[in-house]
């Protein structure tokens, strides 16, 4: 008797799915593509070859990634071994931040890149124009970089809302914002945004954010969702915690018989909030994308994870600091008020 195919493995049936205000739907799951500090894009590219094989529909790609144009070829085949058209794929990628002044060509870039006519979603990947190099370490710092300013920042975001009029992108949103940036984006906006990415796992929630935006009907979408054991060095600090090894995590996998991390994209999914795992192991990304069509966490587990927020931020952002800002606690506009 021949194994299982990957398709036959996870029931892609059962993959719950997400609307947007556009009234396009999207998988509850993606699979992110950033990978550059530690993976070639070929291990990256390769690695989206197999997610989509197992079942990914929904890739999280961006400019600043560097390997927008291996994952195009891959995603190109893949239409093609597998009899897919381009609309049974949710594509998303996002402007990079020394990009803000010129997104038409941006976006073409990356539409050529990645071999489509159109993307299902553009985010502005950071809300400022802040720049640092593709593996520099935690004191990089662009004597350019300077605080949010919400009058540039809408010069971006109405070109956007261009590339909607021209039908290059189906719909727009944004990433690594705070609820101070978001309040004005909802003022101004002649089109709102579809989706927010933020950084979300288990100790770190984000809860009054991920209110913020179910109630003015942008879709959470949530990177980190393990806590990014792999993420940059630049971005590791003594003090970061890790959510694979919090007790309320391993109790819920042992019951379950599967790893930790499983548990951390159950309940992103369960929560209502949609997680991006990465991963170049074909076991990890086929068994993080079968885990959301089976055995549930209970209700109380889900409540016991909703207890174990530690506001512990891993992605703190520290090489966009501008030249008057006393630390990377002034990006995230703690108070309530846009630090400048």
Not at 175 to 188: A, F, H
Not at 268 to 280: D, E, K, L, T
Request: aromatic share 8%.
């Amino acid at each position: 008797m021949s194994s299982p195919t990957l398709e036959q493995v996870v029931n892609m049936k059962k993959i719950p799915t997400k609307t947007l205000r556009t009234g396009a739907t999207m998988p509850a799951i993606g699979f992110g593509t950033f990978g550059s500090d530690r993976f070639s894009s070929e291990e990256v590219s390769e690695a989206v070859m197999g997610a989509i094989k197992a079942g990914y529909r929904f890739l999280d790609c961006a400019s600043i990634y560097g390997n927008e144009d291996k994952i195009g070829k891959v995603l190109k085949d893949s239409m093609a071994d597998l009899d897919l058209p381009r609309e049974a794929f949710f594509v998303n990628s996002k402007v990079w931040n020394d990009q803000h002044d010129d997104v038409l060509a941006a976006c073409k870039k990356t539409l050529t890149d990645l071999d489509v006519d159109y993307l299902d979603l553009y985010l502005v990947h950071w809300p400022f124009p802040n720049f640092h190099p593709i593996g520099c370490d935690v004191d990089s710092r662009s004597l350019d970089a300077k605080p949010y300013i919400h009058e540039e920042f809408m010069k971006t975001w109405q070109q956007l809302e261009q590339l909607v009029d021209m039908g290059l992108v189906k719909a727009i949103g944004t990433s690594n914002m705070t609820i101070p940036k978001m309040e004005l984006l909802l003022r101004d906006a002649r089109i709102l945004p579809a989706v927010n990415e933020m950084e979300c796992h288990p100790l770190f929630q984000q809860q009054d954010m991920y209110d913020f935006l179910v109630k003015n009907n942008i879709v959470p979408v949530g990177f980190c969702p393990i806590g990014s054991p792999a993420r940059p060095d630049r971005d590791m600090t003594a003090d970061d915690l890790v959510d694979i090894e919090h007790p309320v995590i391993v109790k819920a996998a042992k019951r379950l018989g599967v790893h930790p991390a499983i548990i951390c994209i159950k309940w992103a999914v369960q929560r209502g909030h949609v997680p991006i795992p990465f991963s170049v192991m074909e076991s990890q990304y086929t068994s993080n994308l079968q885990c959301v069509t089976e055995n549930p966490l209970t209700d109380e587990e889900m409540l016991e994870i909703s207890k174990i927020d530690a506001n512990n931020r891993l992605i703190k952002g520290q090489v966009f600091l501008w030249e008057s800002a006393n630390d990377w606690e002034d990006l995230w506009d703690l108070d309530g008020t846009i630090v400048k």
